[in-house]
């Protein structure tokens, strides 16, 4: 069957600024790196980069994202959620960084301060996955949560800072003895369901990235090509 290509827009969209969907299952995305050296120009940032690539392969119905550059900075942190739920529309916000130990990652409780629900699976499954390649991935705090308004509902979501762990976290696990077959499913798995069911578009990914999950009743019809 043939493929539909669908063109993805990258912008910058400036706060009150509700973003237009040019196709109705278009779903909007937030990506939010969270480093204060990187957000004053010390480094160069590289997991909303590695977060835009990771999509450009995964996702196979339309898209569009919102990026932001920020310090670690708790109020800054929620702030910056509430206007990507809020103002622009995003249905679905990654951030990546400040999920760890020390006193200046502060993203969970950023995150959680905004929350309506919090989804607990998403980070438990995030750190069994890291497990199986560092120890260490005991110390990663990310959450997950829902975050909701009077008619719009999005799916928070904290990711690890490494754009190596990014990627191991949103496929899962692959078991290279049996042909690359999906041994632990990464949580991006999860996320077109969870979309479907807070009244977002309908999200469909590349299988062979990562393969959405759905009951067979959610399933729709194959897109026309």
Request: net charge negative; glycine share 8%; aromatic share 4%.
């Amino acid at each position: 069957m043939p493929t539909t290509l669908w063109k993805t827009t990258m912008t910058t969209a400036t706060p009150d600024t509700k973003l237009k969907r040019n196709h109705p299952d278009e779903i909007v995305i937030g990506l939010v790196s969270v480093s204060d050296r990187a957000s004053t120009g010390v480094y160069e940032d590289k997991g909303i980069p590695a977060l835009q690539e990771w999509l450009g392969a995964a996702l196979s119905s339309p898209w569009q994202v919102v990026t932001r550059l920020i310090q670690d900075d708790a109020p800054t942190i929620s702030a910056t959620l509430t206007e990507l739920v809020d103002e622009v529309g995003c249905d679905l916000v990654l951030t990546t960084g400040g999920t760890g130990p020390s006193r200046r990652d502060v993203t969970p409780e950023a995150t959680l301060a905004v929350a309506t629900k919090e989804m607990p699976g998403f980070g438990e499954q995030m750190r069994q996955i890291s497990l199986n390649f560092v120890p260490t991935a005991i110390l990663s705090r990310q959450v997950a949560v829902i975050r909701e308004t009077a008619d719009h509902a999005a799916l928070i979501i904290n990711l690890p800072g490494q754009p190596k762990s990014i990627k191991e976290t949103l496929e899962g696990l692959r078991d290279a003895e049996a042909g690359g077959a999906v041994k632990v499913p990464g949580i991006f798995a999860a996320v077109p369901y969870c979309i479907d069911l807070i009244g977002g578009p309908y999200v469909e990914t590349n299988a062979e990235v990562v393969k959405a999950f759905r009951p067979k009743s959610a399933v729709r019809a194959p897109r026309p090509a």
